[in-house]
T-cell receptor
Framework: DQQVKQNSPSLSVQEGRISILNCDYT??????FLWYKKYPAEGPTFLIS?????DKNEDGRFTVFLNKSAKHLSLHIVPSQPGDSAVYFC????????FGAGTILRVKS | EAGVAQSPRYKIIEKRQSVAFWCNPI?????LYWYQQILGQGPKLLIQ????????DSQLPKDRFSAERLKGVDSTLKIQPAKLEDSAVYLC?????????????FGSGTQLSVL
């Protein structure tokens, strides 16, 4: 039972363009959402988060949007840089953190 | 600030053998987690400690997996006996608080291959 789904296994984007990573969830009790980034041979690192009382949170080039009615969140990276190439995990919490399977982002220079 | 330390980095064993992983969390972090990440999947929580007490071990296969956190600092995760499906990366994470908005700090993980 996948409560957090990242339906795109991979995404390829040109440097300077926007990257949009998507995440869907099924548990309506989730009220805190996070994105983690993972480079090869390293552990995931926290990137950005959003509470369910908000619909947008911005941190530099990274913006997370939350649509509670659709149970959908997305991460926008603008502009995308080659160093952003990594695996991005969406995670949701109702007191217990549940991770999606991840999306591999490749930013081409 | 030193990060979460894990060892060994890699481990290859045969099925039915035993294996142990070690984790040293960030100094002062009260909460410690062990996650299992199978290839192509997201990290799955195995066990969560608050200081040296277990908060959640509902997804830990207790017939073969065990974990302890003595003195509320370091932790070890053991598998005995290992099965082929235990091949995965085992991630340790820590956080200063236990709550809804905690951000976890992960170690680099131990990659286990069971042959």
């Amino acid at each position: 039972d996948q409560q957090v789904k990242q339906n795109s296994p991979s995404l390829s984007v040109q440097e300077g363009r926007i990257s949009i990573l998507n995440c869907d969830y099924t548990n309506s009790m989730f009220d805190y959402f996070l994105w983690y980034k993972k480079y090869p041979a390293e552990g995931p690192t926290f990137l950005i988060s959003i509470s369910s009382i908000k619909d947008k949170n911005e941190d530099g080039r990274f913006t997370v949007f939350l649509n509670k009615s659709a149970k959908h969140l997305s991460l926008h990276i603008v502009p995308s840089q080659p160093g952003d190439s990594a695996v991005y995990f969406c995670a949701a919490s109702d007191g217990k953190l549940v991770f999606g399977a991840g999306t591999i982002l490749r930013v081409k220079s | 600030e030193a990060g979460v330390a894990q060892s060994p980095r890699y481990k290859i064993i045969e099925k039915r053998q035993s294996v142990a992983f070690w984790c040293n969390p960030i100094s002062g972090h009260a909460t410690l987690y062990w996650y299992q990440q199978i290839l192509g999947q997201g990290p799955k929580l195995l066990i969560q400690f608050q200081n040296n007490g277990v908060v959640d071990d509902s997804q830990l296969p207790k017939d073969r997996f065990s974990a302890e956190r003595l003195k509320g600092v370091d932790s070890t995760l053991k598998i005995q006996p290992a099965k082929l499906e235990d091949s995965a990366v085992y991630l340790c994470a820590s956080s200063p608080l236990m709550g809804l908005d905690e951000k976890l700090f992960f170690g680099s993980g131990t990659q286990l291959s069971v042959l």
